[in-house]
């Protein structure tokens, strides 16, 4: 019979209430440094954090904002699906085959390594002004770092380990299931947590520049009428909501690496 350590026992428990620690004290140091920075500068276009968050309260109150949280939500969700979908069947597909991997891995770091922001016209010309738009740049924001990071673990992926399965004559199903997907999960998940923030970064970043409704509408409406104490309620509202399912998927990450990685 095995027996369990009391201290072995502990330490995950210990580990989940010293991340909570942080995650509670961290927002806690911020916005007791913006209300301080606040009264140094004495300033209307510096608005505390008291402040901010009333207009935040009052926008969430109503239907429009409300109706560009949905949009964003809505976009986010199905952008980032699709750059993890298609970003993980490419980099398996190309990781599987040193040539092909070989030949796509430069002019995928090239496309990755661009500003985004300087294609976006293009994205408009072909796509116009609307949800379309939007969603591609997204997903086109979110499916360059999993295909990279899922083709590179693929192609490190040990041989061995596929001849074996040859060998004994294991079906694709068995051989997907039992060595390819529990090989290849802990980067899958760490280039599903990058690309989360990413296609979030894209929306926003579309949304600004031709869209009727969203968060980053909503955002530069405030900028034209220079209601900077609406614009640093919502910039509050757009961390937490990038920052809640990152350290989620953090969270996730740390629990499949553990699990996966040996």
Same mark, same amino acid.
């Given at each position: 019979?095995?027996?369990?350590?009391?201290?072995?026992?502990?330490?995950?428990?210990?580990?989940?209430?010293?991340?909570?620690?942080?995650?509670?004290?961290?927002?806690?140091?911020?916005?007791?440094?913006?209300?301080?920075?606040?009264?140094?500068?004495?300033?209307?276009?510096?608005?505390?954090?008291?402040?901010?968050?009333?207009?935040?309260?009052?926008?969430?109150?109503?239907?429009?904002?409300?109706?560009?949280?949905?949009?964003?939500?809505?976009?986010?969700? *199905?952008?980032?699906?699709?750059?993890?979908?298609?970003?993980?069947?490419?980099?398996?597909?190309?990781?599987?085959?040193?040539?092909?991997?070989?030949?796509?891995?430069?002019?995928?770091?090239?496309?990755?390594?661009?500003?985004?922001?300087?294609?976006?016209?293009?994205?408009?010309?072909?796509?116009?002004?609307?949800?379309?738009?939007?969603?591609?740049?997204?997903?086109?924001?979110?499916?360059?770092?999993?295909?990279?990071?899922?083709?590179?673990?693929?192609? *490190?992926?040990?041989?061995?380990?596929?001849?074996? *399965?040859?060998?004994?004559?294991?079906?694709?199903?068995?051989?997907?299931?039992?060595?390819?997907?529990?090989?290849?999960?802990?980067?899958?998940?760490?280039?599903?947590?990058?690309?989360?923030?990413?296609?979030?970064?894209?929306?926003?970043?579309?949304?600004?520049?031709?869209?009727?409704?969203?968060?980053?509408?909503?955002?530069?409406?405030?900028?034209?009428?220079?209601?900077?104490?609406?614009?640093?309620?919502?910039?509050?509202?757009?961390?937490?909501?990038?920052?809640?399912?990152?350290?989620?998927?953090?969270?996730?990450?740390?629990?499949?690496?553990?699990?996966?990685?040996?």
């Amino acid at each position: 019979m095995t027996t369990t350590m009391p201290g072995t026992a502990a330490r995950p428990l210990r580990g989940m209430l010293s991340s909570l620690g942080w995650v509670l004290i961290l927002p806690a140091v911020i916005l007791a440094s913006w209300a301080v920075l606040a009264v140094v500068v004495d300033s209307v276009v510096f608005p505390g954090p008291i402040e901010s968050l009333a207009r935040l309260a009052e926008d969430l109150s109503t239907p429009g904002f409300q109706a560009s949280i949905w949009s964003t939500l809505r976009l986010l969700a *199905a952008g980032w699906f699709l750059a993890v979908v298609v970003g993980t069947l490419a980099g398996f597909a190309l990781g599987l085959s040193s040539f092909w991997s070989a030949i796509f891995e430069t002019p995928l770091f090239a496309l990755y390594s661009i500003p985004k922001v300087t294609l976006y016209p293009v994205f408009l010309l072909f796509l116009g002004i609307g949800d379309a738009s939007r969603l591609t740049f997204a997903f086109f924001h979110g499916v360059f770092p999993i295909a990279l990071m899922v083709m590179a673990a693929t192609r *490190a992926l040990d041989r061995n380990y596929l001849k074996l *399965a040859a060998v004994l004559v294991m079906p694709w199903h068995q051989r997907l299931t039992s060595i390819l997907i529990p090989a290849l999960l802990p980067s899958i998940v760490t280039a599903v947590r990058i690309a989360f923030g990413l296609t979030l970064l894209g929306l926003i970043l579309a949304e600004m520049f031709s869209a009727q409704s969203g968060l980053g509408r909503e955002l530069v409406s405030n900028v034209a009428n220079v209601q900077v104490d609406h614009i640093a309620g919502q910039v509050v509202f757009i961390a937490v909501l990038a920052v809640i399912p990152g350290f989620a998927l953090r969270w996730a990450e740390k629990r499949v690496t553990r699990r996966y990685s040996a």
